[in-house]
């Protein structure tokens, strides 16, 4: 009998997105967690917060999301994380992270030790692994969840928090590597490796690392879906943008959603594009579904 519902947890970096119309809780692990929750899995942020008030505003804004917060640490030393957000007038981020602060501390312990036994799949990024010791605790996470148990690495190149080595090590703990047109080049060249076109350089990382499959997302223009014998492209959704942040985590909400059940390149890139580009249209990262709840909200896209 199929399952209807799973266990994904977003591994990594939790902060406060410091925009111009105020602050939003942000991260990766958040986001992802949100969205995988409104497609009706079990979306479980993993991360770590200081002592202080954001922290507690965080937990606070966790459970309005209905998300859990149990696998969320405290640490008495540093402060929570925050991102100075500044949109252009296309409605693109542009980020100033603060550093040396909680997520890069990330603990390895009993709980996360039980919860990466119980997951069905894990999201984890290369920003949250910018410390050696987080990136430590990441990959135990990864290397303490079962056998079949689906492992996304979505990368995200912060400058200067990345390297080949970082990148290289995550492409061989990950099942799925998603990145965007813009980094593939870039990633490329720090693997000493000749970028001719998309979809050679996405077949390239999967034989390489023998992953299940690349995604290469394009903004508006939709994405790229490469395993070892097809692809897909979906040409995305017009939409009207209020701003992207989140949009990529929604996206890799909604693959992996459809992956977990068995889904085809083509139906995984329908739905990841229209979850992508219905975040887009709205405010901010976790925004609520309309009446009628997912279907009807997810049908007013395009």
């Known amino acids: 009998m199929a399952r209807t519902r799973y266990t994904v947890v977003g591994l990594g970096e939790l902060l406060w997105d410091l925009l111009p119309g105020g602050k939003q809780l942000g991260g990766a692990p958040a986001n992802f967690a949100y969205i995988t929750s409104v497609l009706g899995d079990e979306g479980i942020p993993a991360s770590r917060l200081g002592q202080d ?77 910018r410390s050696e010791r987080s990136r430590s605790t990441i ?67 999967v034989d390489m690392y023998g992953l299940k499959l690349i995604c290469v997302t394009r903004g508006s223009g939709g994405s790229l879906l490469v395993s070892a014998d097809s692809c897909s492209e979906h040409k995305g959704f017009r939409v009207r943008v209020v701003d992207t942040v989140g949009a990529g985590d929604a996206f890799t909400a909604g693959m992996v959603h459809e992956y977990l059940r068995g889904a085809s390149l083509d139906q995984m890139n329908e739905v990841a594009n229209r979850v992508g580009a219905w975040v887009a249209s709205e405010a901010g990262a976790t925004p609520v579904l309309k009446p009628g709840g997912v279907e009807q909200t997810l049908a007013g896209i395009g």
Do not use: Y
């Not at 703990?173 to 965007?180: F, P």
């Open 53 to 129: 008030e954001l922290a507690s505003d965080a937990l606070l804004r966790l459970t309005e999301l209905g998300l859990p917060t149990s696998f969320i640490q405290e640490d008495e030393i540093h402060a929570t994380g925050t991102v100075k957000v500044e949109v252009d007038a296309k409605g693109q981020p542009c980020f100033e992270i603060s550093e040396s602060v909680a997520w890069d501390f990330l603990e390895w312990t009993r709980e996360w030790h039980t919860l990466a036994s119980q997951a069905d799949g894990v999201c984890f990024g290369s920003l949250a692994q």
């Open 139 to 205: 990959r135990k996470f990864l290397h303490a969840t079962r056998g079949d148990a689906l492992h996304v690495f979505d990368v995200n190149l912060r400058p200067p928090f990345f390297d080949a080595p970082i990148l290289s090590e995550s492409m061989k703990l990950a099942t799925i590597a998603k990145l965007n047109q813009d980094e593939l080049p870039r990633i490329m060249q720090l693997l000493g490796r000749e970028h001719r076109s998309d979809e050679v350089s996405a077949k390239q990382l």
